[in-house]
């Protein structure tokens, strides 16, 4: 085996990657036919699905982008993230019905109260994320990289506590608020207001992200820091400053998801953000971790996956498998593609 | 040259006095002090681990002296945070070059300029360190990890001029260039010099150094050894033998 691994000829470079290439190719033809099949069973049922999988992706997206920012920067996997967007959830529900007094059945008064709801919570978010940043990670950041990563499970166990104490053990209901009209229906395919709002919030949100990173000063800077930190300290960037503005955006963002996700699911419950996040994280890593666009991709792909497997009628494994696809992706991605679907395969990680 | 002597009677433009550098247990300089004046090339010469590179580190702030004093134009910037120091008009192209390697050339040249105030006339400066490397202009908009040794050390020279530097560090600018290369960017430091800008230079090739210095220093595990003109170093019978392979 060894002296046919010396010589580099055409044949003994492709088989390895033949045989996985066949394999995984295999498991993707194989949800292709299920998919299929379902499509040709039901196509109405198919398409809804689809969109249901979609508003579903957008929430995911923007978790998951949370992760990859954070990830980009420190090289840290930021397990509190996942509850920092549940506490957002809370944050939505109190600001609307305590603040504002939003309920059922406003018509659309509920706008500039969801505006507003969604501006605090982001903010919310933000400045929590970039406290937890400061308290528990940055005396960690000579630290090796194994301390933080510890440190960040044991601040997700905090937030959760603190989510505990503050809203009790049972689910907390949002009001209803987003009506279930249908934008359109079409060949028995319904699509309900509910889940465009989901859309609509979350596109802009993404655009600005964008724009941010990639046209603005501070993006500029958050993208030097991320490549090279002294490099970035000595051409003038303040290194922690951008730092915590990360944890800010990252923050911020899933604010935004846990008002779409309360908003649009009307329950919260403290443990839920743990559960999301890890979704959200495999999400990010399908993609490729700190690739934006890839976080993106991956959490449609994964919100896709999620609700084929639960809403489609022909033989498919159910909710109850929905966790065990999940992360059995999350490990193939890890295996075989570790640097995901859109990220580079370069030393210092993409 | 003349400038150089004229200078030195001035306050200098950087000076250390005793300084003592750590990292982390190890005691890497053992009380380094060094003058710049206004005007001047200097060079640090010195064995590898001798403290070049620590003493440009404790200057921009990335490695802070636990004792002694950093001036620079007569104020104290010992304790300075690293991103402060640039806006003094201290700029590094460091050891290692640290160019962002996802970023374009056009993109590294204008991070040099980050702390700019005048967007004006950055434009106008990237023109001219296009000038001085025209093979970064065909290069533009290539990422920065993508190119040669040679012109990663020509994006990370016109990173640090972006910054419009009253002082400039350069650490091992001809490290693993090819001899032509080196001629080339040693033309460019005098180049610069002479425009007005003031050089602390680290290099391993202590004959061109000395070729382009006015002043030089020794360095030997963490002291300052030996000072003086880059002339009188340069038929200095220590200095031929150790550093520039004469038996």
Known sequence: ?350 | MSNGNAATAATPILQLSDIHTYYGSIHALKGISLEVHDGEIVTLLGANGAGKSTTLRSINGLNRPRQGHIRFQGRDITSVPAHEIVKRGIAQSPEGRRLFPRMTVIENLEMGAFQRKDRSEIKGDMDRVFELFPRLHERRTQKAGTMSGGEQQMCAIGRALMARPKLLLLDEPSLGLAPIFVERIFDIIKQINEQGTSILLVEQNALMALEAAHRGYVLETGRIVLADSAESLKTNEQVRKTYLGET
Not at chain 1, 119 to 129: E, R
Not at chain 1, 288 to 304: E, F, H, R, S, T
């Open chain 1, 1 to 350: 085996m060894a002296a046919d691994a010396s010589v580099p000829t055409l044949a003994n470079r492709f088989q390895r990657p033949s045989v996985v290439g066949a394999l995984g190719m295999l498991v993707v033809l194989g949800a292709a036919a299920l998919l299929l099949k379902n499509l040709t069973v039901s196509p109405s049922r198919f398409f809804e699905v689809t969109l249901i999988g979609l508003t579903t992706g957008c929430v995911y997206a923007l978790v998951a982008l949370g992760y990859t920012l954070v990830y980009g920067i420190l090289e840290l996997i930021n397990f509190a993230h996942g509850d920092v967007f549940m506490l957002g959830g809370m944050f939505t529900i109190t600001y609307s019905t305590h603040f504002f007094g939003l309920h059922s059945g406003q018509g659309f008064a509920i706008v500039p109260i969801v505006v507003a709801t969604l501006i605090l919570s982001m903010l919310s978010c933000g400045l929590i994320n970039a406290a937890i940043e400061f308290v528990a990670y940055r005396p960690l950041r000579k630290a090796p990289r194994l301390a933080p990563l510890i440190t960040a499970i044991g601040v997700s166990f905090i937030i959760q506590d603190v989510g505990l104490a503050w809203k009790g053990p049972n689910y907390v209901t949002a009001p209803d608020v987003f009506p279930h009209t249908k934008v359109f229906s079409f060949h028995g395919v319904d699509y309900g207001w509910n889940k465009l709002i989901v859309v609509a919030i979350t596109i802009p949100v993404l655009l600005g992200l964008l724009y941010l990173v990639q046209q603005t000063r501070q993006g500029k800077a958050m993208r030097a820091t991320a490549q090279d930190k002294d490099a970035a300290a000595i051409m003038g960037i303040n290194v922690n400053r951008t730092i915590s503005f990360t944890f800010m955006i990252a923050g911020s963002l899933a604010g935004a998801a846990g008002l779409c996700y309360s908003l649009y699911v009307t329950t919260v419950r403290y443990d839920q953000g743990f559960q999301l996040g890890l979704i959200a994280f495999t999400a990010a890593v399908l993609g490729g971790i700190g690739n934006l666009p890839g976080a993106v991709l991956g959490a449609v792909l994964i919100g896709l996956i999620q609700t084929w497997n639960e809403g489609l009628p022909w033989h498919m494994p159910g909710s109850d498998w929905t966790q065990s696809i999940v992360f059995s992706i999350l490990i193939l991605i890890l295996v075989f593609r570790p640097e995901g679907l859109l990220g580079e395969r370069t030393p210092e990680g993409g």
